[in-house]
């Protein structure tokens, strides 16, 4: 289960509408640090990843490529035009429906009942939680608030997300980077993270797949960040190398972050 996951992502929801609810035109018009994206469309997106878990019935944009990202592309240009207000309604309709059904498949009778998700994978219902609580810590701390983008840093509650948030990172990379990661691990690999929470893995093959353990006893070649920096090299935001003590054969770690595309 991940009832964290839903702690986290209610507690990021009450931290963002604190943040939008402020919002002028400047603010909502600024171009964040998501490509292509305005203040505008990052909320509109975060509205819409509810809107999708809240309502089963959801008619959705045509996305003939299957990816994720695209749908993702294609919602927000939907809502591109509608006005700012308007946008601010959708996030508190769809965040609060959001939760509702988040919490909901925290449940006995959901918790476990596999979810088909394209292009990213197969996960736990309950899993949706942990996806939430990712998508807004990345995107308030790397995308909207400064340094990053552009808006002024407020405190958010980074420590209620930061574990579900890291457990989606994990259980999505063998699946979302299977293709590149599994070549890339010739022998085993270690990440450990540190700062607002203090967790490590072994990143290994196994018979056809990658396989990710948490664990301290992790292998000699090793990667080390904090966990924040991971939010974004981990997503391809900003390159590892200006985040990363390698200890051990850098020549068997590098490939294997090299590899790390999370969404």
């Known amino acids: 289960m991940s009832d964290a996951g839903v702690i986290g992502a209610r507690a990021l929801v009450d931290d963002t509408l604190k943040l939008v609810e402020q919002f002028g035109t400047a603010e909502w018009e600024a171009d964040t640090a998501c490509h292509g994206w305005r203040v505008h469309d990052l909320v509109a997106h975060m509205a819409f990843f509810f809107n999708l878990i809240a309502d089963p019935n959801l008619v959705l944009p045509a996305n003939p490529s299957g990816k994720a990202e695209r749908l993702n592309d294609a919602a927000v240009r939907e809502r591109a035009d509608l006005p700012h207000d308007q946008i601010l309604d ?62 002024d840093a407020v405190d958010l509650d980074v420590a209620a997300a930061i574990d579900p948030g890291l457990d989606w990172m994990l259980a999505g990379l063998p699946q979302m980077c299977h293709e590149e990661l599994y070549p890339a691990l010739t022998s085993p690999v270690g990440l450990r993270l540190t700062g607002d929470t203090t967790r490590s893995w072994r990143i290994e093959r196994g018979a056809d797949a990658v396989v990710v353990t948490e664990t301290d006893d992790v292998p000699e070649d090793c990667a080390t960040s904090s966990a924040i920096d991971f939010l974004r090299w981990g997503t391809k935001r900003t390159a590892w190398r200006s985040a990363v003590t390698v200890r051990g054969d850098r020549g068997v770690v590098a490939p294997v972050l090299d590899a790390f595309d999370i969404v």
Not at 90 to 99: C, D, K, V
Not at 104 to 128: H, S, V, W
């Open 90 to 151: 959708y996030y508190r309709a769809q965040s609060e429906a959001g939760l509702t059904a988040l919490a909901a498949l925290q449940t006995e009778d959901f918790r476990d009942a596999p979810m088909n998700m394209g292009d990213i994978g197969t996960y736990k219902m309950c899993q949706l939680s942990d996806a939430v609580s990712f998508d807004h810590l990345t995107h308030l701390t790397s995308d909207l608030l400064a340094p990053f983008g552009p808006i």
